[in-house]
């Protein structure tokens, strides 16, 4: 069954310790009567556009993240007089943990940020001269124009890198040659999620390369990550047939 919270926003916030959780923002939502789905904004759009321009709605909810968040909120609804014919909820914040169902998309910007990062570690780490060979221009047109399919250079999943389970929190990048002399980097923002990024398909040359690095923001440290077992997942070298939003690299 729906709870309270159905089609709310929900934010990413870092814990004390170091812990990746998932908050309701403050925000108002508006039910609309002819399709039952939720509108919502956050406080932030909501105070800063002015009144939405809104279909007949049947209910109404706030939730503030402080009591002051609520307060504007309140009076932000009763100075737009907005169409609401139903109730007008006031959502409290949950005391134990809610579980959610997270729905996301990844667009081609932030896949290009993220191949971005990935291309800079390579730099950093291998040198400018490195990064400067004709073989990195694929991934480098991609980054600045946009260049070929987004999907072909950055893949997205749940699962990490073996050996980076016990780094909470943190980031995450590391940089491998594959067997077939592919240059794969592993960017895992908070550790929650990893990107592979294809800098380079077949190398001329296959060496050992296989290093990373742990960034913690909690305690602002960088440490070297002995990278001894980072494989290749087979998720990444199955055939495209996964839905768009979670299509691997080939």
């Known amino acids: 069954m729906p709870g309270r ?3 709310a926003l929900m934010k990413y916030v870092l814990t004390e310790d170091g812990e990746l959780k998932v908050i309701p923002a403050s925000q108002v939502g508006f039910r609309r009567s002819d399709t ?3 509108i919502n904004f956050t406080m932030q ?3 800063a556009n002015g009144k939405p321009d809104l279909p007949e709605c049947d209910r109404m909810r706030m939730f503030g993240v402080t009591d002051e968040d609520l ?23 949950p005391s134990d943990d809610v579980w959610v169902e997270v729905r996301w998309h990844i667009e081609e910007r932030v896949r290009r940020s993220i191949a971005k990062i990935a291309l800079n570690y390579a730099a950093y780490t291998q040198g400018p001269d490195f990064v400067l060979q004709p073989h990195f221009d694929p991934i480098r047109r991609f980054i600045r124009y946009g260049e070929g399919d987004c999907l072909d250079f950055v893949g997205v999943s749940q699962e990490r890198p073996v050996g980076a389970e016990s780094l909470e929190g943190c980031h995450f990048l590391a940089l491998k040659m594959k067997q077939n002399r592919d240059i794969i980097a592993y960017v895992s923002l ?3 999620f990893t990107y592979m990024v294809r800098l380079v398909a077949k190398y001329p ?6 290093l990373g690095h742990c960034l913690d923001p909690v305690n602002q440290s960088i440490q070297p990550f002995l990278v001894t077992s980072l ?4 998720w990444i070298v199955q055939q495209r ?3 768009p939003m979670i299509r691997k690299l080939p």
Do not use: C, H, M
């Open 5 to 7: 919270l159905e089609g």
């Open 36 to 38: 039952g789905e939720w």
């Open 231 to 234: 494989d290749i997942p087979s």
């Open 71 to 93: 307060q504007i909120l309140k009076d932000k609804v009763a100075e737009y007089d907005l169409p609401v014919t139903g109730a007008q909820d006031i959502v409290e914040s």
């Open 45 to 47: 759009q909501f105070v």
């Open 190 to 192: 908070f550790n929650r």
């Open 241 to 243: 047939k996964a839905p």
């Open 205 to 210: 040359i296959w060496y050992e390369l296989s």
